[in-house]
């Protein structure tokens, strides 16, 4: 997995980033939209937009695979 740019991610949320990137490319997206909540909810400015994204994007294929 690539490591993101690390203003936006320190050691710690880029393991929970690759987590949750992990679970979304497995078809875990409730799983990965936790793990982004997690992140979004511990940061601010251009993390915390980009964490929210991921989540939001990770919340919608679950509702999918719902039906």
Same mark, same amino acid.
């Given at each position: 997995?690539?490591?993101?740019?690390?203003?936006?991610?320190?050691? #710690? !949320? =880029?393991? #929970?980033?690759?987590? $949750?990137? @992990?679970?979304? =490319?497995?078809?875990?997206?409730? +799983? $990965?939209?936790?793990?982004? +909540?997690?992140?979004?909810? *511990?940061?601010?400015? *251009?993390?915390?937009?980009?964490?929210?994204?991921? $989540? !939001? @994007?990770?919340?919608?294929?679950? !509702?999918?695979?719902?039906?």
């Amino acid at each position: 997995m690539r490591k993101y740019k690390t203003y936006l991610c320190s050691d #710690v !949320q =880029q393991g #929970v980033l690759s987590r $949750a990137m @992990i679970s979304m =490319q497995s078809g875990h997206f409730f +799983e $990965a939209h936790e793990l982004l +909540e997690e992140l979004f909810k *511990e940061c601010t400015g *251009e993390s915390r937009l980009l964490f929210h994204g991921l $989540a !939001q @994007i990770a919340a919608a294929h679950h !509702q999918l695979t719902l039906g």
